[in-house]
């Protein structure tokens, strides 16, 4: 029986859609593992486009940017709205670069579930590892699709390991693929017992009998995933004691369960790129993850501390956060994820943290960079309106009369700087105002004044990051910039403390005096950061006054000693002080604080820290030597290596100063032919 894609199946996206029929994803994975073609084959598959698009050829919905064009990856995390079997689906691209990360952080936080993609050849690699950890911090729920089941060398089975290995998660694999590499042509729906098989070329797929070859293997994985399910599900265990299986509606019930509760994880598999396994996949969607109702009521806090919660109800007072702002031709947009009420055009939301009250002019529905005027946005929505010209990534809006502040998506801390400056003397201001456009649309990115050198430092995620940041400035605002070479982010911390290090802070001017008498212990702390302790008994230092000494110790860790880097790793114990009955205030003990942590760090022994990369190299067997021989000389170590048909795949920890140009050095060392990806590892001590 052959079946074409349902004309029902396609709705428009103004029709009304209950909360439970909405569901918001992401699209997570390593770099080229497939997520962008994916994107466009569900836009396609759900009639959303009447053209697919593919990357090589630059003409994909979600990379519409100039330069992922011209690089071929996704940079910038990417909204877009489509309608499957009854349901909106509100989907975002996000980048699979370990320099983008951050892109991915601010989507997870908005999103309620997502698809993690696999390379059915490489499994789970670095970045897709570091996006699904980013996605457990979130709690979001995921699926997974194995992709790119028609490359030489793919295997489902090798992938899925690699998911429960790696990743410590629980796969339900329910199909079973259908020919190998170059044959691979449909999938068998464990679920249902049935094959897919998808035409040469086209568009429809066919239902038909499972195939007689795969009968038994097919029978096999079913009863795998039936005690699997039963392992994990009390209902459907029970049904399984009592009748030694479990029917189709009780698996896809309990799938549901385990996924949204993230204790398994529903594993799909196709080539987008030849569009076979996309409908299936848009169906586990619907089925598995989560809409806006199936999630708890978003919580925050009043503006006098107290917590509150606000159900995913359009009927609740508007509350919605703002995690991405861009400028575009038609002006700037922020994007929204609605998480209570209605917002209407015109309608005033207010910022709960600085108490501004602003008014939204337009509302629109997002379609990469294509828009959809829209009058109202309701809970569950992923909206983008103009009119707003504070509300930056991470603020807040609520209604007027009922503020609630949510969290705001984590920062990464920058770990590459350039200097910047422009080429001509009257583009300064220019340049300055390219800056600060930059960092509000990405908060990733940190802009500051160099006070010894008087340089402009722009600081980063990594050396891709800052390239982009810097091309943009050249396209988007016409400023030629010229880029002084790129300088890591060094920390310093203490090996060895001092104990009982006494100072005493003594002021008078002629007016009120200031006072403070501290005794500090200051020790290494096995984390990075710092901490504080008050040890002082029987009152001799007031708990107001003790928080003043902390807080001008955190001042004193900007500069260390060695040489002005930030100072990490260290616990400092106030043990004793004193105080004086008028000349003592929180300042006078602030500013002791800080200056006592200054000369005890001078009197301790510190070393050096500098960031460090996990390096993922890929590259053709015959080439190995050469690029270890280059890694040694780059003070790589080297923690793993294997080699599968005639490719190896090497992993080492390298300093991220010795990474600079390291892509055009493994280009010339495997012809072109070698890749690689690197995540941050860290801190290590620096050589002396």
């Given at each position: 029986?052959?079946?074409?894609?349902?004309?029902?199946?396609?709705?428009?996206?103004?029709?009304?859609?209950?909360?439970?029929?909405?569901?918001?994803?992401?699209?997570?994975?390593h770099?080229?593992?497939?997520?962008?073609?994916?994107?466009?084959r569900?836009?396609?598959?759900?009639?959303?486009?009447?053209?697919?698009?593919?990357?090589?050829?630059?003409?994909?919905?979600?990379?519409?940017?100039?330069?992922?064009?011209?690089?071929?990856?996704?940079?910038?995390?990417?909204?877009?709205?489509?309608?499957?079997?009854?349901?909106?689906?509100?989907?975002?691209?996000?980048?699979?670069?370990?320099?983008?990360?951050d892109?991915?952080?601010r989507?997870?936080r908005?999103?309620?579930?997502?698809?993690?993609?696999?390379?059915a050849?490489?499994?789970?690699?670095?970045?897709?590892?570091?996006?699904?950890?980013?996605?457990?911090?979130?709690?979001?729920?995921?699926?997974a699709?194995?992709?790119?089941?028609?490359?030489?060398?793919?295997?489902?089975?090798?992938?899925?390991?690699?998911?429960?290995?790696?990743?410590?998660?629980?796969?339900?694999?329910?199909?079973?693929?259908?020919?190998?590499?170059?044959?691979?042509?449909?999938?068998?729906?464990?679920?249902r017992?049935?094959a897919?098989?998808?035409?040469?070329?086209?568009?429809?797929?066919?239902?038909?009998?499972?195939?007689?070859?795969?009968?038994?293997?097919?029978?096999?994985?079913?009863?795998?995933?039936?005690?699997?399910?039963?392992?994990?599900?009390?209902?459907?265990?029970?049904?399984?004691c009592?009748?030694?299986?479990?029917?189709?509606?009780?698996?896809?019930?309990?799938?549901?369960?385990?996924?949204?509760?993230r204790?398994?994880?529903?594993?799909?598999?196709?080539?987008?790129?030849?569009?076979?396994?996309?409908?299936?996949?848009?169906?586990?969607?619907?089925?598995?993850?989560?809409?806006?109702?199936?999630?708890?009521?978003v919580?925050?806090?009043?503006?006098?501390?107290?917590?509150?919660?606000?159900?995913p109800?359009?009927?609740?007072?508007?509350?919605?956060?703002?995690?991405?702002?861009?400028?575009?031709?038609?002006?700037?947009?922020?994007?929204?994820?609605?998480?209570?009420?209605?917002?209407?055009k015109?309608?005033?939301?207010?910022?709960?943290?600085?108490?501004?009250?602003?008014?939204?002019?337009?509302?629109?529905?997002?379609?990469?960079?294509?828009?959809?005027?829209?009058?109202?946005?309701?809970?569950?929505?992923?909206?983008?309106?103009?009119?707003l010209?504070?509300?930056?990534?991470?603020?807040?809006?609520?209604?007027?009369?009922?503020?609630?502040?949510?969290?705001p998506?984590?920062?990464?801390?920058?770990?590459?700087?350039?200097?910047?400056?422009?080429?001509?003397?009257?583009?300064?201001?220019?340049?300055?105002?390219?800056l600060?456009?930059?960092?509000?649309?990405?908060?990733?990115?940190?802009?500051?004044?160099?006070?010894?050198?008087?340089?402009?430092?722009l600081?980063?995620?990594?050396?891709?990051?800052?390239?982009?940041?810097?091309?943009?400035?050249?396209?988007?605002?016409?400023?030629?910039?010229?880029?002084?070479?790129?300088?890591?982010?060094?920390?310093?911390?203490?090996?060895?403390?001092?104990?009982?290090?006494?100072?005493?802070?003594?002021?008078?001017?002629?007016?009120?005096g200031?006072?403070?008498?501290?005794?500090?212990?200051?020790?290494?702390?096995?984390?990075?950061?710092?901490?504080?302790r008050?040890?002082?008994?029987?009152?001799?230092?007031?708990?107001?006054?003790?928080?003043?000494?902390?807080?001008g110790?955190?001042?004193a860790?900007?500069?260390?000693?060695?040489?002005?880097?930030?100072?990490?790793?260290l616990?400092?114990?106030?043990?004793?002080g004193?105080?004086?009955?008028?000349?003592?205030?929180e300042?006078?003990?602030?500013?002791?604080?800080?200056?006592?942590?200054?000369?005890?760090?001078?009197?301790?022994?510190?070393?050096?820290?500098?960031?460090?990369a996990?390096?993922?190299?890929?590259?053709?067997?015959?080439?190995?030597?050469?690029?270890?021989?280059d890694l040694?000389?780059?003070?790589?170590?080297?923690?793993?290596?294997?080699?599968?048909?005639?490719?190896?795949?090497?992993?080492?920890?390298?300093p991220?100063a010795?990474?600079?140009?390291?892509?055009?050095?493994?280009?010339?060392?495997?012809?072109?032919?070698?890749?690689?990806?690197?995540?941050?590892?860290?801190?290590?001590?620096?050589?002396?």
């Amino acid at each position: 029986m052959r079946t074409d894609r349902p004309a029902s199946t396609v709705r428009t996206l103004n029709t009304p859609s209950p909360l439970g029929t909405v569901r918001n994803l992401g699209i997570l994975a390593h770099v080229d593992a497939g997520k962008t073609t994916l994107t466009e084959r569900i836009l396609f598959a759900t009639g959303a486009i009447h053209k697919r698009g593919e990357v090589h050829n630059g003409t994909t919905v979600t990379d519409f940017d100039a330069q992922e064009r011209d690089r071929g990856i996704t940079i910038f995390a990417a909204a877009v709205s489509c309608a499957w079997g009854g349901h909106r689906i509100n989907l975002i691209d996000t980048p699979g670069h370990v320099d983008f990360a951050d892109e991915v952080e601010r989507s997870l936080r908005v999103l309620d579930g997502a698809v993690a993609v696999f390379d059915a050849v490489a499994g789970v690699e670095p970045q897709s590892e570091s996006v699904w950890r980013q996605a457990d911090r979130h709690g979001v729920p995921r699926i997974a699709f194995v992709n790119k089941l028609d490359r030489a060398g793919a295997d489902l089975d090798t992938a899925v390991a690699s998911i429960r290995d790696r990743l410590g998660a629980v796969p339900l694999v329910v199909q079973l693929p259908i020919g190998r590499e170059d044959g691979f042509t449909g999938v068998v729906d464990l679920l249902r017992m049935r094959a897919l098989l998808w035409r040469a070329g086209g568009d429809t797929y066919a239902v038909e009998p499972v195939p007689e070859p795969l009968r038994e293997e097919a029978a096999r994985r079913r009863r795998s995933l039936e005690e699997a399910v039963a392992e994990l599900h009390p209902e459907a265990l029970e049904e399984f004691c009592a009748a030694s299986a479990l029917t189709g509606p009780t698996l896809v019930r309990a799938l549901r369960e385990l996924t949204l509760a993230r204790e398994a994880v529903v594993v799909l598999c196709g080539s987008a790129y030849r569009n076979r396994g996309v409908e299936p996949l848009l169906d586990a969607v619907r089925d598995y993850l989560p809409a806006p109702s199936d999630m708890p009521p978003v919580r925050g806090t009043a503006p006098d501390g107290t917590e509150l919660e606000r159900a995913p109800d359009p009927a609740e007072p508007f509350a919605a956060l703002a995690f991405k702002v861009t400028a575009t031709a038609t002006g700037r947009l922020t994007y929204l994820r609605v998480y209570a009420g209605t917002l209407r055009k015109g309608d005033p939301v207010r910022d709960p943290a600085t108490g501004r009250t602003e008014r939204v002019g337009r509302i629109l529905r997002v379609q990469a960079d294509r828009h959809e005027e829209r009058e109202e946005a309701l809970a569950g929505d992923i909206v983008a309106v103009i009119g707003l010209k504070a509300a930056g990534a991470g603020t807040t809006l609520c209604a007027p009369g009922a503020p609630l502040l949510l969290e705001p998506p984590s920062v990464a801390e920058p770990v590459v700087s350039v200097a910047v400056e422009a080429h001509r003397g009257t583009d300064t201001g220019r340049l300055a105002a390219a800056l600060a456009r930059l960092v509000e649309e990405d908060p990733s990115l940190v802009v500051r004044s160099d006070a010894e050198t008087g340089q402009t430092v722009l600081s980063g995620m990594g050396e891709l990051h800052l390239e982009v940041a810097v091309e943009k400035i050249r396209r988007g605002h016409g400023v030629e910039v010229a880029v002084g070479r790129p300088q890591v982010a060094y920390r310093e911390t203490v090996v060895r403390g001092v104990t009982g290090f006494v100072y005493r802070h003594v002021k008078q001017d002629g007016g009120a005096g200031q006072f403070a008498h501290v005794v500090i212990d200051v020790e290494p702390w096995e984390e990075e950061g710092f901490a504080f302790r008050s040890a002082v008994v029987g009152g001799r230092v007031p708990q107001e006054y003790a928080r003043a000494v902390e807080a001008g110790c955190r001042d004193a860790l900007a500069e260390g000693p060695l040489g002005g880097h930030p100072v990490t790793g260290l616990r400092v114990v106030l043990t004793d002080g004193a105080t004086h009955s008028k000349d003592s205030s929180e300042m006078a003990f602030r500013t002791a604080g800080r200056f006592a942590l200054r000369e005890a760090l001078r009197a301790s022994t510190l070393e050096l820290l500098e960031p460090v990369a996990e390096v993922t190299v890929t590259l053709p067997e015959d080439t190995v030597g050469g690029v270890l021989g280059d890694l040694a000389a780059r003070r790589g170590r080297v923690t793993a290596s294997t080699v599968r048909a005639g490719t190896a795949v090497i992993t080492a920890t390298v300093p991220l100063a010795e990474l600079f140009g390291y892509a055009s050095r493994l280009r010339g060392r495997t012809q072109g032919r070698g890749t690689f990806t690197t995540r941050p590892a860290g801190l290590a001590p620096a050589p002396r």
